[in-house]
Each structure stands twice: as structure tokens, then as C-alpha cells.
């Protein structure tokens, strides 16, 4: 396995770089990149794409790089990276994402978790169980415990190994019971957890709900959203009336998570009512989550009805995003008919 020389001189593994660095095809020539980097004021994705699958000559210089240019720069190079990542999944830059990973500065390692948050292989958790386990910024295991989440949905679907699962929840539990660590860790930890079934994870999360401070209580609040019960309905609910912003809004959001019918009337109220926006848009969230007919009923016609300017975006893209769920269901089924 490959070993790469990171940006504070130390050495770190490459996890599963092997199929990762291979041959780029790009189009656009390695110095012009790196003149576009060092030199264009606007980046340009057309000449960042280029960088997807970058070889290990290419890594290497980029590294050297890194240490030449400001770090707003490298910021800059790794947020249009990570855009550029959501928007198509066939780019690949997990190779720099990684070599990044363990940068000093803090908006860059954030940067490299968010490239690599919807990445699968296993050796990538363990790399950031380690991070977590290393890294002194509040914000950036923030970033790292939520990240963990994609892994406990693996986790609970099976697709993540037995042994893997469990090192992966006891780190999470261990994070969540350490009262040396910020509650926002904690609580962001308590929320990835919540995607996982099971009794004891229902116990820790009424725990903390019931006996940890704020953080505490809204990631139980959010943990129970991730854990598509709805026995956790009609306490999600009781928050709606919080005076607590937060608490309303993670209330929402979380009721949403319960993907039940249950949930449209309080939630219409709540959006019809609250006075935040914030708290109206992620009652807009909570109704197109739940995607039924009548969710998707009341969009609609809170949309039609247009008395309320500041929601009419929010409400658009969630039934645009309707419409393209339903559009992905028919397509599949047209193109099952057809083998038939």
C-alpha cells in the first residue's frame, strides 16, 4: 500500500489508494492546472475536473503545491472540489481528499471530510474513526460525528461488516458518554447513532434527551428523526411549541425523518404558524422527506397559494425534488416493463 508525505511532514496512509490513483485521461495538461491554481483569480471546475483520479505524480506535485499557495487558496480548491464531487459522482478526488485530510488548517480538513463523506469503503471509516480520535478541533469532529452517520445507516441496512459496525458504535458510544468532550459532539454523535434499531440505542438516546444539556437534548431530538420510529411522533411534536428555535426546527426536521402520515398536520400547522423561517423551511423539508401524496398535497397548495414570499424558493424545490423521485420511480418502471 502507497504512503503519502502530508503537509506537516508526517506520513500518513493512503487507504485503499491503489485503485484510486490510476492513470488520469484528463484533458486539460497538469501545469495549466496548476498555473490556473497558482494564477486565475476565478477557478474554473471545466479546469478542476481535470484533477479527478490524479496519479501519483500528480498527488506528489500537488502536494508540494499546497505548501506553496495561500490557504484561502487551498480552501477554495477544495470547496469547488467538493461541489464539483455532490454534482456528479463519477468525478474522484478521494486521492487528494485524503492527502489533505490531516491538514493544520481547520476549513481544509473540513473541506476533505466532506469530499469523502459519501465514500463506502471501509478503510475510509476506520481513517476517520482515527481523525476523530486525534483531532483537537471542536468543529472539525463536529464534521467527523456526522460524517460517521453514513456508516451506521451501513450498519443497520447490513452492509457494513459485523466487526466493522461494532467498532464504529462503540466509538460513537464512547464519544457520546465522554463528558470531557463537547456537547456538540457528543449530541452530533448521538444523531448518527440514532439510524441504528435496537433497544439499548433507544435507552441512550431518551438519556440524553431526558438528562443532557441543550446539544444533548437536540441531537436525541435528531436522533430519533434518523431512526424512523414513529413512537418518537408524538414527543417530536410536543417541541413544536418550544420557545426554543432550535428545538422547533430540529423537532421538524426530525418528524420528517419518521417518513409517517402522522406527521402532515402538525407540520402544516407548524408552517403555516411559526413565526421563524427557519423553522417554516424545515417543516417544508420535514413534508417533501415524508413524500406522500398528501405531503406533497399540502405543498402544493401553501405554494398556489403564495401569501408568504419568503418561502416560495424552499417551496419549489421541494416539490421540484417530488417530481424527480416520482420521474427516477416511473423511469425504473418503464424500463422494467420493457424486459418483459
Not at 423539508?285 to 401569501?307: K, M, T
Amino acid at each position: 500500500m502507497r504512503r503519502l508525505e502530508s503537509n506537516n511532514g508526517e506520513t500518513d496512509q493512503a487507504y485503499g489508494l491503489e485503485p484510486i490513483l490510476a492513470d488520469s485521461d484528463e484533458t486539460v495538461s497538469f501545469d495549466e492546472i496548476v498555473t490556473h491554481i497558482r494564477d486565475v483569480v476565478d477557478l474554473q471546475p471545466s479546469i478542476l475536473e481535470a484533477l479527478s483520479k490524479s496519479n501519483v505524480e500528480m498527488l506528489k506535485s500537488l502536494l508540494v503545491l499546497w505548501e506553496e499557495i495561500p490557504i484561502e487558496r487551498l480552501r477554495a480548491v477544495l470547496e469547488n472540489l467538493v461541489i464539483l464531487t455532490r454534482n456528479d459522482r463519477t468525478f474522484d478526488f478521494r486521492a487528494i481528499f485524503i492527502s489533505t485530510l490531516r491538514n493544520k488548517d481547520i476549513p481544509v480538513r473540513i473541506f476533505s471530510i466532506r469530499g469523502l463523506v459519501e465514500e463506502e469503503q471501509p478503510e475510509i471509516l476506520h481513517l476517520f474513526l482515527d481523525c476523530l480520535r486525534d483531532e483537537v478541533s471542536d468543529l472539525v469532529k463536529v464534521e467527523l460525528a456526522e460524517a460517521l452517520g453514513n456508516w451506521v445507516v451501513a450498519a443497520e441496512l447490513g452492509v457494513l461488516s459485523t466487526e466493522n459496525g461494532e467498532i464504529l458504535v462503540t466509538a460513537l458510544r464512547e464519544t457520546i458518554e465522554d463528558i470531557e468532550t463537547d456537547d456538540a459532539v457528543r449530541g452530533r454523535a448521538l444523531e448518527s447513532l440514532g439510524a441504528l434499531s435496537g433497544e439499548l440505542i433507544s435507552e441512550l438516546i431518551t438519556e440524553q434527551y431526558e438528562l443532557g444539556g441543550n446539544e444533548l437534548r437536540l441531537g436525541a431530538l435528531r436522533a430519533m428523526g434518523r431512526s424512523a420510529s414513529p413512537t418518537w411522533l408524538d414527543l417530536l411534536v410536543f417541541h413544536f411549541d418550544d420557545e426554543d428555535v432550535n428545538v422547533r426546527e430540529a423537532a421538524a426536521e426530525a418528524s420528517g425523518g419518521l417518513v409517517t402520515d402522522g406527521a402532515i398536520e402538525p407540520l402544516t400547522m407548524l408552517l403555516e404558524e411559526d413565526g421563524e423561517l427557519s423553522v417554516r423551511v424545515a417543516a417544508i423539508n420535514a413534508l417533501a422527506e415524508i413524500g406522500s401524496a398528501d405531503a406533497e398535497r399540502v405543498l402544493e397548495r401553501i405554494f398556489q397559494d403564495g401569501r408568504d414570499p419568503s418561502i416560495s424558493q424552499p417551496l419549489e424545490q421541494a416539490l421540484n425534488s417530488l417530481q424527480m423521485n416520482v420521474d427516477s420511480i416511473f423511469g425504473i418502471d418503464e424500463s422494467a416493463d420493457e424486459k418483459f
